[in-house]
């Protein structure tokens, strides 16, 4: 089964997935002569920065999702559909999903994204969930919420303190976002709500593997990052490495200190755990270079040339967090590109660019990725911003921090609702430290293990 673009006379573009990249690339071909068809495996774009707001019950999901046909309704030459890619015929230049279609194509834009990755243990999925999908996030705040509940019934002290230490593994953005809200959450939000505990008394504890939190900021933003998550209250504990993981908490082994000559082992209860610590490619970009010869890195990134396409496969170019990209500026030495939205953007737009250039018979251009910096909320009041300017680089820390990361994400959010959707509940929570996101389904489940995890798709 082919779709109806396999018979146009107009060149075929095939792009797989719609996140920050491939929407970028998808747009980029607006006005150009050819059929794009957009695949995903889910019918909504997402604002991934700010998934861990639904994560924590701070948004609903609608506000930093779009439908993706709603996006492209006025696009004409764009086709969307909703499928899981399965296999990618290089031979025959086709696609083929899941349910069985197939769709031809003249250029290929891979753009499907990472999943999470636990260091070949997989099996911690169960018990610490990461954060990547809608799906994620909904499972996140109903563990979250329901251990408080679960706190409130449970008469044992012992295991009522199980239920409120809440363990976030991993300080890059995502795990710093995350144990800071949970910190508000506790302190601020459900006070008052409970009669046999006091949300306050949870222990937000993060543990990080190396020497810092926010590794990717200067050392100095850094520190103050950790400053303010101790200020919230929050427990982080540096060169803590996650040695196991199951139903009762979690194993961390730390450095040997002065005073000890081994490292230091001991045990954390828990029952909501949440995983923020590494990330992988989506395993479509294995497959891919299997088909194509091309290599991979050590998170399963494909490995692309200057301008994004593989090697000897010209018409198939990767994007995005899926590869392994270099940034190119005339009289310096290439640079990897960090796994940022900007980044993805900007590798969307250069391969659109490509893709026309090579329909006119010019030579495609290598890509240069253009830094504009990092941020990172702590929390309330507290944020961190690292700036590229020509000037040089501008860091501030604080609340001016925390207006820059607030106003920054709602001007990059896709549409106005969005924008005024997340402006109003920021600004009710600001004022009445509500969250009124707080619904939870599978109520259930809870007692029993913690589901097994969906395998990612591609």
């Known amino acids: 089964?082919?779709?109806?673009?396999?018979?146009?006379?107009?060149?075929?573009?095939?792009?797989?997935?719609?996140?920050?990249?491939?929407?970028?690339?998808?747009?980029?071909?607006?006005?150009?002569?050819?059929?794009?068809?957009?695949?995903?495996?889910?019918?909504?774009?997402?604002?991934?920065?700010?998934?861990?707001?639904?994560?924590?019950?701070?948004l609903s999901a609608p506000a930093i999702a779009a439908p993706i046909r709603h996006l492209f309704r006025q696009q004409r030459n764009v086709t969307t559909l909703l499928g899981e890619v399965i296999r990618i015929d290089v031979g025959q230049?086709?696609?083929?999903?899941?349910?069985?279609?197939?769709?031809?194509?003249?250029?290929?834009?891979?753009?499907?994204?990472?999943?999470?990755?636990?260091?070949?243990?997989?099996?911690?999925?169960?018990?610490?969930?990461?954060?990547?999908?809608?799906?994620?996030?909904?499972?996140?705040?109903?563990?979250?919420?329901?251990?408080?509940?679960?706190?409130?019934?449970?008469?044992?002290?012992?295991r009522r303190a199980d239920w409120l230490n809440f363990v976030v593994v991993g300080a890059g953005p995502t795990g710093v976002e995350m144990a800071g809200t949970l910190a508000e959450i506790a302190r601020h939000t459900l006070p008052?709500?409970?009669?046999?505990?006091?949300?306050?008394?949870?222990?937000?504890?993060?543990?990080?593997?190396?020497?810092?939190?926010?590794?990717?900021?200067?050392?100095?933003?850094?520190?103050?990052?950790?400053?303010?998550?101790?200020?919230?209250?929050?427990?982080?504990?540096?060169g803590a490495r996650v040695t196991a993981i199951d139903s009762d908490g979690l194993k961390v082994e730390s450095p040997a200190s002065a005073s000890?000559?081994?490292?230091?082992?001991?045990q954390i209860n828990s029952k909501c755990i949440v995983w923020a610590a590494g990330v992988a490619a989506s395993p479509l970009?294995?497959?891919?270079?299997?088909?194509?010869?091309?290599?991979?890195?050590?998170?399963?990134?494909?490995v692309v040339e200057p301008d994004l396409t593989l090697s000897g496969h010209p018409e198939i170019s990767v994007i995005g967090d899926l590869a392994a990209a270099k940034s190119y500026v005339a009289g310096h030495e290439p640079t990897p590109v960090p796994g940022v939205s900007p980044g993805a953007k900007q590798m969307g737009r250069a391969t659109a660019a490509n893709v026309l250039r090579r329909l006119a018979g010019q030579p495609t251009q290598p890509f240069r990725y253009r830094d504009y910096g990092n941020l990172a909320t702590i929390g309330r009041n507290s944020a961190v911003v690292d700036l590229t300017s020509p000037a040089g680089p501008v860091r501030f820390s604080g609340y001016f921090a925390w207006l820059f990361w607030l106003f920054a994400h709602v001007y990059f959010l896709i549409g106005f609702r969005n924008r005024l959707v997340v402006l109003l509940d920021w600004a009710w929570a600001y004022w009445s430290f509500a969250r009124y996101a707080r619904v939870v389904t599978g109520i259930e489940r809870h007692e029993t293990a913690p589901p097994s995890p969906t395998p990612p798709g591609t």
């Open 260 to 266: 000890t000559s081994s490292a230091n082992s001991y």
């Open 192 to 238: 008052g709500e409970f009669r046999h505990i006091d949300p306050a008394s949870a222990k937000i504890i993060l543990l990080e593997g190396g020497a810092r939190v926010l590794q990717a900021m200067p050392e100095a933003l850094s520190q103050r990052a950790k400053e303010q998550l101790e200020k919230l209250g929050v427990d982080v504990r540096l």
């Open 285 to 302: 970009g294995r497959h891919l270079a299997d088909a194509t010869g091309a290599s991979t890195d050590r998170a399963g990134r494909v």
């Open 93 to 158: 230049q086709s696609v083929h999903l899941a349910d069985g279609a197939t769709l031809p194509y003249d250029h290929l834009i891979v753009a499907a994204g990472a999943t999470h990755s636990y260091f070949g243990r997989d099996e911690w999925a169960a018990y610490a969930p990461g954060l990547k999908t809608l799906d994620d996030a909904f499972e996140i705040r109903r563990r979250v919420l329901l251990a408080f509940e679960a706190a409130e019934k449970e008469p044992d002290p012992v």
């Open 1 to 58: 089964m082919t779709t109806p673009s396999a018979s146009s006379l107009r060149p075929r573009v095939v792009i797989i997935g719609c996140g920050f990249g491939g929407l970028e690339a998808a747009r980029a071909l607006k006005s150009a002569a050819v059929d794009v068809t957009l695949v995903d495996k889910t019918n909504h774009h997402l604002f991934q920065p700010l998934l861990y707001q639904v994560a924590t019950a701070g």
